[in-house]
C-alpha cells in the first residue's frame, strides 16, 4: 500500500482521519494545527497519507514519530519512511509495535518503552468531587510557584524516563499556554498536572506529578479533577489520559475515566 506525501489539499482528510480516532492521535492532531505541515518548529509535522485517506505516519521536526495505521498492509510502506535515528513513538499500541517491528527498531535500545493502558471520560456527563479548603489548585503566577513546577517537571522527566527537555523553557511554555497548574496543601506546592494537548473540546491530561512524602493519599485524583472541572467550565467535553501505573490507573478510575485503546509510548536512548 503507498503512502504519498500529504500537502494542504489534504488537509481536510487528515483532519477526519484523527478527529474521527482522537483519543489515539490527539497529539499528531494538535501539533498540525499548531505548526502545520512541513514547518520546522521541533513539533511541526511532515506527514505521509495513504491514497484513500485512511492512514497516516507523521514525523515531527524533532523526529518523534505518530502512525494512524489501521491497516496493516501500509505498515512496510510507513516503515521506509522512518527517519534514521527517530527520538521515539507515540500512537496506538499495537499499530507502534507492528511499526518498529517492520523499521527493525524493535531492539534499539529505550528510555522509556511502555504500552500504556488508555482512559477516557465525558465531562458532560461527570460530576466532580466535592471541594476541600485545604486544596487550591493554581497558576504559576509567581516565582516561587514557576521554581516549583520546575523542580516538579525535572523530577517527573527522571522518574518517568521522558525524553529530557530545557526544563525552565517548557515550563516558560506551559506559562504561556495556561496549560498547567500547580496542587497547592495548605499553601504550599505539593503537585504538578496539566493539559499536553487540546483539540476543540477534548484534553489530554499529563505531566501528572505529587511530591513523594505526599503520595497515597488522594491528592493527585484531587488535582486532576480540579483540572477538569476548570476546563469543563471553559467548555470542555472528553478528556484523555494514559496510566503509567496501576496506582495511576486506579486513581484515574475513582475520577471517572473509562479504560480506552492503549497507547504505546517509546522514546529512544
Known sequence: ????????VDLPALETLLATRLQTSIFPLANLRAHGLDGTAPRALRIHITDAADGMVAVSTEGMV???LPDPA????????LPNRPMGLIGPAGQVRALLRAAGLDARPTAHDADEPGFALDLTRWTPPAPRADLALVRADTPQQVAAMVAMRRAYEVET???PTDVESTVAGY????????LLLE????????FNAVVDDAVQVGGVHILPPYRNRGLARRMVALHLAQARSAGAARAFLFAASESAARAYTAIGFRPADPIALVFFA
Open 66 to 68: 505518530f502512525p494512524q
Open 187 to 194: 499553601g504550599a506546592p505539593v503537585g504538578m498536572t496539566g
Open 175 to 182: 506559562v504561556r499556554a495556561d496549560s498547567h497548574r500547580l
Open 161 to 163: 524516563g521522558v525524553t
Open 1 to 8: 500500500m503507498r503512502l504519498r506525501p500529504a500537502t494542504q
Open 74 to 81: 501500509s505498515l512496510p510502506a510507513a516503515a521506509m519512511l
